[in-house]
């Protein structure tokens, strides 16, 4: 039987990532770090590939990546072929057939007056004391009033998670959420201020893909398999077979969904307490330019399919629109792809971004899982399963290893760190 020191499942941003760290931590040990990624699709990438169609270029929904860590994107840039540009977010809510800056918390003041009125009376009297929120839709009640959660928070959250934000907990977004007291929402009026994770991204001009290149690039050619699935794995005896063949491994990272993880350990778990939405995404071309100064919008409406959509065209300045729309989808049933194509078309003239344009050029994907709910169940079995893979020798990584709310800055951090947790057992 095949054996090999690292075995990484998925060549997705964290599978990658670490791939390069141990390989790091081996060379800064003098000691060799063996790895072998293996991805079940034919690509790598996972969620950050890209689809080149007819001059236009689209990732599986817009991936931008932002940095807290200069350090992390001096290291990529570093690796990245082809020209990149960094931008000032611009976006908006479409509300009421106006452009309100985001976050709505922060700009009732953008509201039409009796909206506003009632923003600001609910935010004021909102319910105060008692116990903390026991939940997502709890939070966004009791800390910015019934108006505020109503007209945006729930409708748009709604839309997105395809779920009861009463199931979800309440930290359910972690540090995305944006937050605001009161004082901030009245200064803002004022002074305004709208920075968040995401004020600036940066975008390479071929895709997130040019991501994930940098990340092969100093990966040896043979470290990668592609078109092999992981389909069980042996935690006892620290094997794992593929549709190809068995491999014995001394430590496992898995970037594989958690609950997929579990089920193919064969490790008795709780599949309930692992639900998520799927998006479908609608890569759209159009045959001449749309709307300018705006990157993405969101839409909190329920009688529109689509709760976000982006415009590629806007960060390069190409005179063709080119949107990413998104639409959450219940993480089970059949999704009636062409019928949600006519409803998001029709919703994209009606909201005035589709005039007398020609669809020229259309791609579609559905990302399955897209949003994983955390909610305190998966937070339970998330907790409770990490110490028996532990003892298996595998580590869940990533977005949907780590069944959370995460970056793609957060899925190199964390695999890092990973790197030199094992790098001590090289
Ligand atoms: C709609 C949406 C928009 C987003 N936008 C942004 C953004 O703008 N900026 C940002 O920073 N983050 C964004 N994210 C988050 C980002 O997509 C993730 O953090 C990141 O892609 C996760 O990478 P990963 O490697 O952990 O997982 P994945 O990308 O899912 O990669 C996992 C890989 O493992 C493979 N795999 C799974 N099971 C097996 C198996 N059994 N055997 C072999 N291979 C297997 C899969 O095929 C896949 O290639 C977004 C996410 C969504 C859903």
Redesign the pocket.
Known sequence: MEAVQHLV???????LSFANAIRAEGARRGRSAEVCV????QE?????KTVVRDGFVWDY??????FKHPAIEAWLRERLEGEVVSVAKRSFIRYAGLDVDFPFQKNIHQLPREDFVECLHDLYFRERGGPPPASFHEMLHRKFGRAIAEKFLVPYNEKLYACDLGTLDVDAMGRFFPQADIDDVIRNMRAPDNASY?ST?TYPRRGAIAYVHALLRDLPPDAVSLG????SIDLRRRVAT?TRRELRYERLVS???LD?LAR?SALEHDGAAFTYNR?L?FNLGFDRKGPEGVHWMYFPDRSLAFYRVGFYDNIFGDPRMSLYV?VGCPKEGPIDVEALRERVLSGLRREGIVKDHQLVASHEVV?DP??VHVTRASLGEVARLAPIFAAGGVYP?????GWTY??????ILETRALARTLGELL
């Open positions: 499942v998925g060549a997705g941003i964290s599978g293996l991805e079940a699709d790598p990438g996972g969620y950050c929904s817009g991936h931008f990546f932002h995401n991204f092999e699935r992981v389909v593929t970037s594989a969904p997929r193919a998006v995404v998104e990302m897209a949003y990584v990533g977005r949907y290893g995460c970056s793609i800055e957060d899925n």
